[in-house]
């Protein structure tokens, strides 16, 4: 592993027992963050929305319990503007323990609340309060585990590196589908639905304790070091104002807007191809729900392949090659998925799912790397939590529920008419920005 040519700080060598932890510690996260949202998605129809939310209409509840995980959502920036200054300022990780720590305990929380039927409306804003919660944490989360990824490891391999904290999203989905695949089996029928769902908001805290050691013995980014020594050397000869890193990067808001509209499409694309779908076959086709979330399952594992091995290829390809091609397939492929579920064919469906999700993987893997370089040191955590976060709140948020609201009151046209424009939006991105493989974080 290449990672033993950097440095924990000037001039000293960086172990790989050093990078592993380094990545180890950035995974956690990341899968704790997407298993508590794929669990919140899973469950979000049969178990959330009756117990939470009041009601005759079974579509309404569906729409209010996914509103309530987009309302997380909406939390997202703010805490990146927080952590992303905070980080730029105090370093990476702190703000690693700290994020991790305020997910889990939230994400456990909502598996010990009282339901709508207990305590009434109470209830719905206490789950709506912890939603927002994890949303505040996420927005400082994600920024840092990739930043830390990419200014530990090798340049040369950098994408390949970065994708693995992205890989964390399929991997939490597969672990959250196993976990309740698992507490359907062992609390059937009414168990499950009374109190079984539980469990798997609790799994959350075996997670927290694992990451949390794991981070707490992570060494500070070796860039980061690198560059606050040399503005205090450079404040020391020169005193300057300073500014918040936040106000930095939106004060050059070019490389921010390109890296939201890069993530419109690609986040739209996730969310419906591991959401939506459930909630969409389900409810207007006679899929079993428990078929149809196996083959979101197997289509995070080619998600999760996707990631991976589009990250590898960025660094051989470059990042805008890597990620205009997946993006394209992804334009014609919208209409494509749609008529695949409609055969109401079960081995149709999972094609649909394992094709969309492998080549969502494919983006995806590879926008890591492209972020963090499109930044320099001094606001680069500011800068990338402003891209991932804000993108999340105007695509990601609402994904879901646009989708369920445009097909209930204007059909599937609409919804595939939303994912082919946001993905062309993508593409235009892309390839209107520049290449930024082989930069040199340490010169930025």
Known sequence: MAATTRATAPGAPTSRRDFRRVLAGSMAGAVLEWYDFAIYGILAATV??????????????????????????VARPLGGIVFGHLGDKFGRKPMLVATFTLLGVSTAAIGLLPTYGQIGITATFLLVG????????????????????????????????TSWPQAGAPL????????????TFLFPGNA?????????FLVALPLLAVGFWIRRSVEESPVFRAAQESAAKAERSKP????SS???ALSNPLPVLRGIGMRLGENIAFYIYTVFVIAYATTYFDYDRGAVVLAVTFGSIAQFLGMIGGGAWSDRVGRKVAMLVPAVILVVWAPAFFWLVQTESLPMLWIGVCVGAFFHGMLAGTEAAWITELFPTRYRYAGSSLVFQGSSIIAGAPAPFIAVWLIENYGVGTVIGYLVV???IT???VAVSRETKGVDLDAL
Do not use: C, H, N
């Open 172 to 183: 939490g989905t597969v672990l959250a589908t196993l976990v309740v695949t698992t507490i």
């Open 422 to 424: 946001t993905m062309v």
């Open 130 to 161: 912890l939603r927002m919660v994890q949303g505040f944490a996420l927005g400082g989360e994600f920024g840092a585990a990739v930043l830390m990824v990419s200014e530990y490891g090798e340049p040369k391999r950098r994408g390949f590196w």
């Open 246 to 248: 936040v106000v930095e």
């Open 240 to 243: 300057q104002r300073k500014r």
């Open 192 to 200: 499950f639905d009374e109190w079984g769902w539980r469990v798997a």
């Open 48 to 73: 959330l929305g009756p117990l939470f939310f009041p009601g005759d209409s079974a579509i309404v509840k569906l729409l209010l319990a996914l509103a309530t995980q987009g309302l997380g959502f």
């Open 427 to 429: 593409v235009f991105a």
